[in-house]
Structures are given as C-alpha cells and as structure tokens.
C-alpha cells in the first residue's frame, strides 16, 4: 500500500519527550469552537506520541519538554516560569 499525504490514518505525529514532573499535554477540538478534549500530565522522562486528527487541530505543551515532528525539535518551557 502506497503512503498518500491526504490520508487521515497518516495524519501528522508529534512526540512530547517531558524533561521535568508535571508536564501538561492538551489537545484541542477543530470546528466552530475550539475546546479541550483531552488531557495528559507526563512525568520526567515519560513520552507521549500524539497524533493530529479530524477532532485534533491543535496540541498544547505546558511545562518542560522536547516536542519533536516532521518539521524539527521544539523546546518548551519551565511550568515554574522559567525562560525558554
């Protein structure tokens, strides 16, 4: 089976690496209204693999950690305050 951009079980993947406790990831509804509809608190040193989808159009990352996709590495910041 040929590998078609356009297909939605091919749809974007990102990889959320936590570098400290009590990492926050968010995904967020498409549609009219943009909403919560998921949530996950990682640890250091936990990984989490998401996926953009139909409902998912936006992944928010709260405290630090190493957001890696097809488009390069991210780094985000400290839940403390710290500077990016």
């Known amino acids: 089976m040929e590998r078609n951009e356009t297909d939605k079980s ?4 990102i990889v959320i690496a936590a570098e400290e406790n009590g990492v926050n990831v968010i995904g967020l509804t498409r549609g ?3 909403r919560l509809h998921h949530t996950e608190i990682l640890d250091k040193g936990e990984v989490l693999i998401a ?3 139909e409902q ?3 992944i928010k990352v709260r405290g630090k950690a190493k957001v890696y996709c097809r488009h390069g590495e991210v780094q985000s910041g400290s839940r403390q305050g710290g500077h990016l």
Request: charge should be negative; aromatic fraction near 24%; avoid cysteine.
């Open 10 to 13: 091919y749809a974007d993947y």
């Open 32 to 34: 009219k209204d943009t």
């Open 56 to 58: 998912t159009s936006a």
């Open 51 to 53: 996926q953009f989808t």
